[in-house]
């Protein structure tokens, strides 16, 4: 059960792509439950997908990482500079095949939810402050200005350090340990393997990119998110979220609270990498907070599903399932 937007695969699978299955039992998956109820058009395209003999040697062509629906129809959208249908993304891939080839191969699945960290905040709640925040697959950072953006959670508001950034809405549901006010962050810092920098007209686009058509407000809160990001540039270094980490986080400052957390990150790597990681947090001075789709977190007890047929598992130190999340932050249902 994980959200189709950044990483359809949980457990063992790759994000985006099971290679247990072939690319067109994929994309049948995609439009099937992915996108149900969340973007019709790109359920309607991924159907389409699948049946095309065409697109699918085309994807076949492709190193598997490669295939994933979300990386195709942002790409398309890309060159085309609005989001596909199944007529135009025939024509790209009949008369721009090596063009479109060339931008999934460059690029990479990066959605960067700034929502994200209304579903982050209530872990937040008791920890000692000063906060040192190190997210692993930050993408632009948009997820590490935890406390720049206002929150909205039905009624409980809480100003955020910028009052031009986002206003992001959660619905609470159970027994959420909502804040009195925004925890202070003395230091924050990412890594990525691709780094995103929001001033960059390019990575901003791609961004938008990877947004899919008719989700509502994701659009303005991406660009007001981005703006944040401009002029409050949350550093993220170029890196690996195990060769790294260790690295990274030695900079925190002392006297702080480390607080190392994930979102729709760890679908996208193996499961050695994924040991290897809980290993190398486990290690570290500092709470562990991970946000991603059930089963995804090794070493967890955490794998309940939720009857919503999209949600992540909000998990501390590996061990204790906090929250189920919306993917895309917009509620949490408090399990602890
Ligand atoms: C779907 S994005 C999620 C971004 C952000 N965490 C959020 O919730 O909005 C996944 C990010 O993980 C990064 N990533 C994937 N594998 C990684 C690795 N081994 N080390 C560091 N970053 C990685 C990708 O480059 C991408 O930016």
Known sequence: MVSGRDLPAAGGAMAGHDPAVSTAANYRRFAGRETVGRAPAYGVLAAAVAADEQILAFLSALPVAKRQPNLLFAAARHLLGTPTDIHALRDLVRGRADELAAVMRARRTQTNEAARCATLLPALVGL???????????????????????????????????????????????????????????????????????????????????????????????????????????????????????????????????????????????????????????????????NEAPGVVPLSTATATYPHADSFNLIRNGCDLLAFTDPHGTWIDWVS
Not at 135 to 162: I, N, W
Not at 168 to 194: F, H, K, M, Y
Not at 264 to 281: E, I, N, S
């Open 128 to 290: 000692p402050e000063p906060l040192a925040l190190l997210e692993v697959g930050a993408a632009a950072g948009l997820t590490l200005l935890v406390d720049r953006y206002s929150y909205d959670y039905a009624g409980h508001y809480l100003p955020g350090a910028d009052p031009q950034a986002p206003t992001l809405t959660c619905q609470p549901q159970g027994p959420v340990p909502l804040p009195e006010r925004l925890p202070t962050v003395s230091w924050r810092a990412g890594i990525d393997l691709n780094p995103l920098d929001a001033a960059d007209p390019d990575d901003a686009r791609w961004l938008e990119c990877l947004l899919w058509p008719g989700e509502g407000d994701r659009e303005a809160r991406l660009q007001g998110a981005l703006e944040a990001a401009r002029r409050h540039p949350p550093p993220v270094h170029r890196g690996d979220l195990v060769d790294d980490l260790v690295r990274v986080a030695a900079s925190a400052p002392p006297d702080t609270t480390l607080v190392v957390y994930h979102s729709a990150v760890l679908a996208y790597v193996d499961t050695d990498k994924r040991r290897a990681f809980a290993a190398a947090v486990g290690d570290l001075d500092a709470v562990w907070l991970s």
